[in-house]
């Protein structure tokens, strides 16, 4: 089956130390999204990437940074810079960016929820 | 700035009631809208979308409306039922962006 595998589900970290999220799709889509949720914020866009290597900064990329070497895989480092890092990260993908809102919406992941103390 | 609103955190509904989720939006060159539909601790999964050149579309139970006057959706689910317990999430897209945004979520709760 197809889909977006997200890893680690649960991780841990100590205050200053960078970690690095997990993602990897199999749906052979072009474009993928971080986005970090918090209580009472809904969604918010952390880094996206059209085509491989390329991305583009989200709304809220300070302290965080993107590769995308492969199709398949969109790592993001959470680096000791966040200043808040605590939250839940979801990875998602699409078919294509420009149109990933008409033709095929997003596809999210489970998740990875870091606490950071 | 909230593009994307979604002012009821919350909403509790009698099994078989309807449920209504609402949303506004501030941005005219919005022409896209999606709901979203999310378990704890998953990621969301797609409900039901519709485009501003209809005002309404249809999915089973679910049906989105779209007042583009008032920049105003609402998702209705009828009969609402207890594994329509989660959170909703809405989202805009226009044609001058290449992302999605969402508002910050209604959580629905559908008791017996």
């Known amino acids: 089956d197809g889909g977006i595998t997200q890893s680690p589900k649960y991780l841990f970290r100590k205050e200053g130390q960078n970690v690095t999220l997990s993602c990897e799709q199999n749906?052979?889509?072009?474009?993928m999204y971080w986005y970090r949720q918090d209580p009472g914020q809904g969604l918010r866009l952390i880094y996206y990437s059209q085509i491989v290597n390329d991305f583009q900064k989200g709304d809220i990329a300070e302290g965080y940074s993107v590769s995308r070497e492969k199709k398949e895989s969109f790592p993001l480092t959470v680096t000791s810079a966040q200043k808040n890092p605590t939250a839940f990260y979801l990875c998602a993908s699409s078919i294509a960016a420009w149109r990933s809102s008409y033709n095929s919406p997003l596809h999210f992941g489970n998740g990875t929820r870091l606490t950071v103390t | 700035d909230q593009q994307v609103k979604q002012n009821s955190p919350s909403l509790r509904v009698q099994e078989g009631r309807i449920s209504i989720l609402n949303c506004d939006y501030t941005n005219s060159m919005f022409d896209y809208f999606l709901w979203y539909k999310k378990y704890p601790a998953e990621g969301p999964t797609f409900l039901i979308s519709?485009?501003?050149?209809?005002d309404k579309n249809e999915d089973g139970r679910f049906t989105v409306f779209l007042n583009k006057s008032a920049k105003h959706l609402s998702l209705h689910i009828v009969p609402s039922q207890p594994g329509d317990s989660a959170v909703y999430f809405c989202?805009?897209?226009?044609?001058?962006?290449?992302?999605?945004?969402f508002g910050t979520g209604t959580r629905l709760q559908v008791f017996p």
């Open positions: 749906l052979n889509h072009d474009a």
């Open positions: 519709i485009s501003s050149i209809k």
């Open positions: 989202a805009a897209s226009g044609l001058n962006t290449d992302k999605l945004i």
